[in-house]
């Protein structure tokens, strides 16, 4: 166990469907982060917030809508999504940049399928 | 743009084998993290070399890190069936955006 947890660790959903990606982490940090993992592909960071605040938006499509209202709570808000959006969604935490260790702290994803 | 390439991108030893992993990355750094991911899983840090830093060891992990060459290379020694999964390298440019390589492969057979 890291710390963070996602839920659900699976989804199914059709493209007309609206969905959440939950996660949470009760380690005290202050950063919280959504990646994408597609086979094949590096992982690609889609955003950032610091204190609740976003400050990284990595050009991701709007149907893909983050919320984060404390710091310890990340949500990714999905709708009208693509099959090319199915992938491996991963929540991660870190301390501010501030404190100059950035490690990271994964949850173990949610497996998303969209048909 | 992808910043960290790992290399190989899959490999296959012997338990007691040592495995050597390399990554090269683009631009300059804070520092280079190691991570590693056990199928469809979460990742998991293994080990943060800072840029003015040469060598670091945990354990039975040691990582190198040769800024002139942007590059870096994780050994794992005297592997185990327990170390088989994907090993990522992981570049920090500054303001928390972590960019990863698209990883190395390795299993260790029994």
């Known amino acids: 166990e890291t710390g963070v947890t996602q839920t659900p660790r699976h989804l199914v959903m059709g493209m007309t469907n609206k969905k959440s990606l939950k996660c949470e982490q009760h380690l005290g940090h202050n950063a919280m982060y959504w990646y994408k993992q597609s086979a094949k592909k590096p992982l690609e960071l889609m955003f950032v917030?610091?204190?609740?605040?976003?400050?990284e938006n990595n050009s991701v499509p709007s149907r893909f809508s983050p919320e984060c209202p404390n710091s310890s709570h990340l949500f990714l808000h999905l709708h009208t999504l693509q099959p090319e959006d199915s992938a491996l969604y991963l929540c991660a935490s870190s301390r501010p940049y501030r404190d100059l260790s950035t490690e990271a702290f994964f949850g173990q994803g949610t497996r998303l399928t969209v048909v | 743009s992808q910043q960290g390439e790992e290399d190989p991108q899959a490999l296959s030893i012997q338990e007691g084998e040592n495995a050597t992993m390399n990554c090269s990355y683009k631009t300059s750094i804070n520092n280079l993290q190691w991570y590693r991911q056990n199928s469809g899983r979460g990742l998991v840090h293994l080990i943060l070399?800072?840029?003015?830093?040469r060598e670091k060891h945990s354990g039975r992990l040691r990582v190198t890190l040769d800024t002139s060459k942007k590059s870096s290379s994780l050994l794992i020694t005297a592997s185990r069936a327990a170390d088989t999964a994907s090993y990522f390298c992981a570049t920090d440019t500054g303001f928390q955006k972590l960019v990863f390589g698209t990883g190395t492969r390795l299993l260790v057979s029994p």
């Open positions: 070399i800072r840029s003015n830093e």
């Open positions: 917030y610091n204190f609740k605040e976003q400050t």
